[in-house]
């Protein structure tokens, strides 16, 4: 498995402002993703985070709103932009390293409240 | 498209004892992989344990074990000797092995394992 960190842990914003949430991986992986999770709940795909190409964004999630960087194999960020209170969840990033994808290691999540 | 579905949102056990909780999922694929991760309260996902669907034999780790039912699109997770550390939100998750979601993670709603001791 890896280890993976996730900065801020936890922040709060006003609305109309951007965060940039940083996802590090302690060893190289193949691919990373992007969840959200809104408190209590199950957790729903944003985006698969490609290195050297554009993210691949699942239904419902715009690259205006959560633009994603994957500069190299351990690294990516998400941006939250132009926040309004119903983007207070948890965000949480993944990497797999295989091309099956069939382990996903998670890292301790961003708890985001927008006020 | 994938689908799971975790019709228990609460369960308890008492310590020492047995609990299972309850999945079932739905796929077009014929290649896919099925997993329960656990979120303690820290909220690091950790992944309890994956059974291929290729495989006929339950996957087991330790004192988790899973009742896969391939007709009947059905994964269970059985805890054994319950532990205070056991109490975490369960999630049941699928991934396909091809198709357009290949590759994609797909969770149920979780159900909340309440540990007595």
């Known amino acids: 498995s890896a280890v993976i960190s996730q900065k801020p842990s936890r922040d709060i914003c006003q609305r109309g402002t951007s965060l940039t949430i940083q996802c590090q991986v302690d060893?190289?992986?193949?691919?990373m993703f992007w969840y959200r999770q809104q408190p209590g709940q199950s957790l729903t795909l944003i985006a698969t985070?490609?290195?050297?190409?554009?993210?691949?964004?699942e239904s419902g999630f715009v690259i205006d709103k959560f633009p994603i960087s994957r500069p190299n194999l351990t690294f990516s960020t998400l941006t939250v932009s132009n926040m309004s209170p119903e983007d207070s969840s948890i965000y949480l990033c993944?990497?797999?390293?295989?091309?099956?994808?069939?382990?996903?290691?998670f890292g301790p999540g961003t708890r985001l409240t927008v006020l | 498209a994938q689908t799971v579905t975790q019709s228990q949102p609460e369960m308890s056990v008492q310590e020492a004892e047995t609990v299972t909780l309850s999945c079932t999922y739905d796929?077009?694929?014929?290649?896919?992989?099925l997993f329960w991760y656990k979120q303690p309260p820290s909220r690091q996902m950790i992944l309890v344990i994956r059974?291929?669907?290729?495989?006929?034999q339950n996957a087991t780790e330790n004192r988790f074990s899973v009742n896969f039912q391939k007709a009947a699109k059905s994964f269970s997770l059985k805890i054994s000797d319950s532990q205070l550390g056991d109490a975490a939100m369960y999630f049941c998750?699928?991934?396909?092995?091809?198709?357009?979601?290949?590759?994609?993670?797909?969770f149920g709603q979780g159900t909340i394992l309440t540990v007595h001791p």
């Open positions: 985070a490609n290195q050297g190409s554009e993210a691949t964004y």
């Open positions: 059974q291929e669907a290729y495989k006929q």
């Open positions: 998750a699928s991934l396909n092995a091809g198709g357009t979601s290949y590759g994609k993670l797909t």
């Open positions: 993944s990497g797999a390293r295989d091309y099956s994808y069939n382990e996903q290691f």
């Open positions: 796929t077009s694929e014929s290649d896919y992989y």
């Open positions: 060893s190289q992986v193949t691919m």
